[in-house]
């Protein structure tokens, strides 16, 4: 038995999928310890936006590392933040106008969640959150609770409270999604909030995504987008957007709702802003609402560290330009048009996504896992979500190389071939 059998936890997931030793890599490319190369549609989970050891920020952490910097500040001011935060205020927040504050938390995406929420339930003094159906915020007990999975909410141990789930703004109906789309939801909602005996009182904040990674790349309707924000606006709760999984670039724009016509009051980032898989952080806060913190009254020990600082520093990098962006706008023509004929040979198979996030819902959790094992034995590193694990989610580096790009597509799409074929 390894020692990842002997001593690592039963809670182990994804090496449970992947019963490989890694030991290279290098853009969308990985290596195990026996040689084999592997092209990777997952990217850390959404984390590795710009490729594995980015070369650019692998110089500029191992330059400022042997130049002494200050590593661990807690929330000190350092060189290093003031470099990124200097560059996102002059790169991001600028040239759209916003005036939002930068909050840096614990290193997680459920941290952000968690500050997020606790901030509004400040602001407004209500307790309640509003979230929606098939939602993935993270799994500590706060942005659990707004956390729609029945599987990870199973493992809470205690009751999950003052969250409540409405049907999420789908822009076209999902296969097996009984609940439906929200618009319709959310006249109900506004008609009981306005009437004063229906019990019913209005939220501290609207959590959404517009896009669910993790419940199964449902993307969310302009039109429903925008009735969510106004809701909010009307009944005086905040709107709260988690872009943590597919901000920074993903969908084409550093935000995933720049083309939405959205002014959330807050915007929780993680996974892709630490540049090179460093663990980072970040709320995005307008200011009026992050006037309601008292100093250090949510802390943490690794609440914006400093390697994170610069390798998320040299990310923005590639935002100075339009480059990046439309090279990700190429690649996902490239990705969608070679899934496009699986949908139209196959009624039991759905693509959704918006720019490089895709998932290929193929009905049923079996289906999706055969895919993602036999993928895996062609040399192909991909994983599945949503409801019972339905969906083949591709997530690429937006950095990858066209080649491997097109090599991985052709390894998905004769794996997905054979599978579907054998299921008939």
């Excluded at 409270?161 to 006249?187: T, Y």
Aim: aromatic share 8%; charged share 20%.
């Amino acid at each position: 038995m390894s020692i990842f059998d002997q001593r690592e936890s039963n809670i182990r997931a994804y090496s449970r999928v992947y019963p490989v030793v890694f030991d290279k890599a290098m853009n969308a490319r990985q290596t195990d310890e026996e040689g084999n190369e592997y092209i990777d549609f997952f990217a850390g989970a959404g984390v590795l936006n710009f490729g594995h050891n980015n070369e650019r920020m692998t110089k500029a952490v191992i330059e400022y590392i042997q130049s002494g910097g200050v590593t661990h500040a807690l929330d000190m001011q350092t060189t290093a933040k003031r470099r990124f935060m200097e560059r996102f205020e002059k790169v991001i927040l600028k040239p759209r106008n916003m005036t939002h504050k930068m909050q840096f938390i614990g290193p997680t995406g459920t941290n952000a969640v968690e500050a997020a929420l606790k901030l509004a339930r400040r602001v407004t003094q209500r307790q309640e959150i509003m979230a929606f159906t098939r939602g993935f915020h993270g799994m500590t007990l706060g942005s659990l609770a707004a956390t729609a999975n029945r599987y990870f909410r199973g493992a809470a141990g205690v009751p999950l409270n003052h969250v409540s789930h409405h049907p999420f703004g789908c822009n076209k109906p999902c296969l097996g999604c009984e609940s439906g789309c929200g618009l319709e939801s959310l006249e109900n909602l506004r008609g009981l909030y306005r009437d004063s005996s229906s019990g019913v009182t209005p939220p501290a904040a609207f959590l959404l995504e517009t896009i669910q990674a993790e419940g199964g790349v449902n993307v969310a309707s302009k039109e429903w987008l925008q009735a969510v924000a106004a809701l909010a606006s009307e009944v005086g709760a905040l709107l709260i957007v988690d872009d943590i999984q597919v901000g920074m670039g993903r969908t084409g724009s550093f935000f995933s709702f720049d083309d939405m016509d959205l002014d959330p009051d807050i915007i929780c980032l993680a996974k892709g802003i630490g540049g090179m898989g460093i663990p980072m952080a970040m709320n995005l806060i307008k200011p009026d609402v992050d006037e309601y913190w008292a100093p250090g009254e949510h802390t943490g020990t690794f609440r914006g560290q400093s390697l994170s600082f610069i390798a998320g520093s040299e990310a923005l990098s590639y935002f100075e330009d339009g480059k990046l962006m439309a090279d990700v706008k190429d690649k996902a023509q490239v990705m969608a048009q070679a899934l496009a004929p699986l949908e139209e040979q196959f009624q039991q198979i759905q693509i959704r996504g918006k720019g490089m996030i895709l998932g290929l819902d193929v009905s049923t959790g079996e289906r999706a896992k055969a895919i993602v094992d036999n993928c895996f034995k062609a040399g192909l590193l991909i994983a599945s979500c949503g409801t019972g694990g339905r969906v083949v989610k591709l997530i690429p580096p937006l950095t990858i190389p066209e080649d491997d790009l097109k090599k991985g597509l052709q390894v998905l799409v004769d794996t997905t071939l054979k599978v579907m074929e054998e299921a008939v």
